[in-house]
């Protein structure tokens, strides 16, 4: 017994040390914020759920964003998404924060096919939900970050005209879609985000329209699909890549992130390549093609892909540049999401870069937990909780 009473005075003052070395710490170091997530779309709500899940302080936490409508995922809501109903209801599920906040929302996707993908307002309206709980949890700032840069240990952003000091900045700032290239094209453009909207195309397009749509990925081959539904007199598709769905080979997929599936790839199979549609002519893309046919089209869509959005110079990282796997950009700052995301490397060499709500979360849950075990913030929690049931302990042995 005097053996068990010793150890456990041994551990409390172990623990006493370290929370004092703790405590002296943080009375040099004092900032507004542990965490300071920037940006509102999916990938900054994953990440927020994951710290929560983990235990972080809700207000601890602080959230810049703009507008806090779900980032441009909430433009999309009548595009067809490429993933199944039942990864939407997974996301929700499996992080804790999360299913606690929109059981219902939850409950009414389970009642739908788990095997069919549907519009994106089927998850677009939960994530408003959660979006909401989650500006109750944590301090937040409606605002854009104009700087940002690293001193005296701390990160600070300024929001608003003001300095916010945080220990750790984590950048889900989104992208933008890229726009036509070729100048003496622009009053020819249909802006992407405009396009990819069925209901706002069938607006702008007219029967006697010739349209060029450039790009070959999921986006352009919904943009087929949705121009000739809108009953347009001629589509030309420049392509670069041929068309390619998710391959099964045995252990992993080949073409699983930029391979057609949902609804884009049951059309490109059964309309697309059967010859269903005589009205589209695909063309390779080149100077030559481009310089060719873009004077006879009356209206151009640009569907090549999206670029980060503009950010402050950072002084310590200027070109932004991070680490693929685990989202590292410089120290206590990282990078999540569409902006910055996951690379994916198969084994015959193709590489991908994972994107997506799925994506988004799966990573989260891997990476976030080695940002917050690398400052031990949690540890010191989790330090005070043993300290307590060892002094609970050591009392009944007295006693």
Avoid at 170 to 181: C, D, N, P, Q, W
Avoid at 211 to 217: E, F, N, P, R, T
Avoid at 365 to 381: C, F, S
């Amino acid at each position: 017994m005097k053996k068990i009473i010793l150890f456990l005075l041994c551990v409390i003052n172990c623990l006493n040390a370290n929370l004092k070395h703790e405590d002296e710490f943080e009375k040099i170091k004092k900032c507004d914020t542990d965490w300071l997530i920037v940006g509102a779309g999916p990938a900054g709500i994953a990440t927020i759920g994951v710290l929560l899940d983990l235990g972080t302080l809700p207000k601890r936490i602080t959230w810049v964003d703009p507008e806090f409508n779900v980032g441009k995922l909430s433009n999309y809501k009548n595009v067809d998404a490429n993933t199944k109903n039942k990864f939407f209801v997974r996301f929700l599920e499996s992080c804790k924060t999360f299913a606690a906040m929109v059981p219902d929302s939850i409950e009414k996707l389970k009642m739908l096919n788990p095997e069919q993908e549907y519009l994106l307002s089927s998850i677009v309206e939960p994530l408003e939900k959660i979006t909401n709980a989650l500006m109750n949890k944590v301090n937040v700032i409606q605002g854009k970050m104009d700087s940002l840069y690293f001193e005296n240990d701390l990160w600070n952003v300024g929001v608003n005209e003001k300095n916010i000091t945080a220990d750790h900045v984590v950048l889900a700032t989104g992208s933008y879609a890229k726009r036509l290239e070729y100048n003496e094209y622009k009053d020819k453009e249909i802006k992407f985000d405009d396009a990819i909207d069925k209901e706002i195309l069938k607006t702008i397009v007219k029967k006697d329209d010739v349209v060029a749509v450039i790009g070959s990925a999921h986006s352009a081959i919904l943009l087929l699909k949705y121009l000739t539904e809108a009953g347009v007199q001629k589509i030309y598709n420049f392509y670069t890549k041929a068309i390619c769905y998710p391959t099964d080979m045995g252990g992993w997929v080949l073409y699983d992130q930029i391979g057609l599936t949902g609804v884009a790839a049951y059309w490109a199979k059964n309309v697309l390549e059967k010859g269903r549609a005589p009205h589209i002519e695909r063309i390779y893309s080149n100077k030559e093609n481009l310089d060719k046919i873009l004077p006879i089209c009356t209206k151009i869509i640009y569907a090549i892909g999206f670029e980060r959005n503009k950010l402050p110079l950072i002084q310590q990282n200027p070109n932004l540049e991070y680490n693929q796997k685990n989202g590292v950009i410089g120290k206590r700052l990282f990078g999540i999401g569409i902006a910055f995301p996951e690379i994916k490397v198969c084994p015959e060499g193709t590489v991908e870069y994972r994107i997506g709500l799925p994506s988004f979360l799966d990573y989260a849950q891997r990476v976030v937990p080695t940002w917050v075990k690398k400052n031990n913030i949690l540890g010191y929690e989790k330090q005070r909780e043993l300290l307590k049931t060892f002094a609970e302990l050591f009392t009944i042995e007295i006693l």
